[in-house]
């Protein structure tokens, strides 16, 4: 199954129906237990980077359940670090093993496709939000499985927009309640903080040794 995706906004959305969400750094993972499968977005293979991940989705949660999550890890100085991520996922599989237990990483899970085999990608997020929270009341912590925060009240997420950027949240999601889940659709909208800066660039006509002429223009990123 494709992940369900979303589109950047340029403002923060306001709505009665709508449920607002930490956009996490990490690594789109959709989890299966019974067996346990872990994919990325691109429908590669995740299990063997984050054998933590696997044990607890094998231990702690019952077979059949299909969830929605982003793979995260915390550094020692509170902050997302996305570059361990990395390294996870270019680690051979003895070394992620090591990795796992000197920089554990957590899936935080904040939507439930599937449930007992039972499908629920077309009920609304609002049902499929009240079956994830009572699923990962199963979930002893401390744990690698997290369950994502979720709010309606827009103050709050404006909070998290505001302040999160310090320990690395990228921005908010924005979501209906009303909608169901569909796959590779944009429906789901993001709204991302956005560093800009100015800087001069410029470039030559011709050889290096006698240029033409030259040029400049301001970029701004």
């Not at 956009?23 to 789109?28: E, L, S």
């Not at 991940?53 to 902050?79: C, K, N, S, T, Y």
């Not at 796992?100 to 997020?125: E, S, W």
């Amino acid at each position: 199954m494709e992940p369900m995706l979303a589109s950047a906004v340029d403002h923060f959305p306001t709505g009665d129906s709508l449920l607002y969400e930490p956009k996490w750094d990490g690594f789109r993972c959709l989890a299966e237990t019974g067996p346990v499968r872990m994919d990325s977005r691109q429908g590669r293979s995740l299990s063997q980077r984050f054998p933590e991940i696997v044990e607890a989705l094998d231990r702690q949660l019952p077979e059949g359940a299909l969830l929605d999550g982003e793979i995260i890890r915390w550094a020692d100085d509170g902050r997302m670090d996305f570059g361990a991520l990395l390294r996870r996922n270019g680690a051979s599989v003895r070394h992620a093993r090591a990795l796992a237990r000197t920089d554990p990483c957590h899936l935080v899970v904040f939507d439930l496709l599937r449930i007992g085999g039972r499908d629920l990608t077309h009920r609304a997020l609002s049902h499929r939000r009240g079956e994830l929270e009572r699923l990962m009341g199963l979930v002893e912590q401390p744990s690698p499985l997290t369950l994502g925060w979720q709010t309606d009240n827009p103050e709050v997420a404006m909070q998290w927009w505001e302040e999160m950027p310090a320990v690395g949240v990228e921005g908010v999601m924005i979501k209906d309640a009303r909608r169901s889940y569909r796959p590779g659709r944009r429906d789901w909208r993001k709204w991302k903080h956005r560093v800009t800066t100015e800087a001069i660039v410029g470039g030559i006509v011709g050889h290096a040794r006698a240029p033409a002429r030259s040029s400049s223009a301001v970029w701004t990123r």
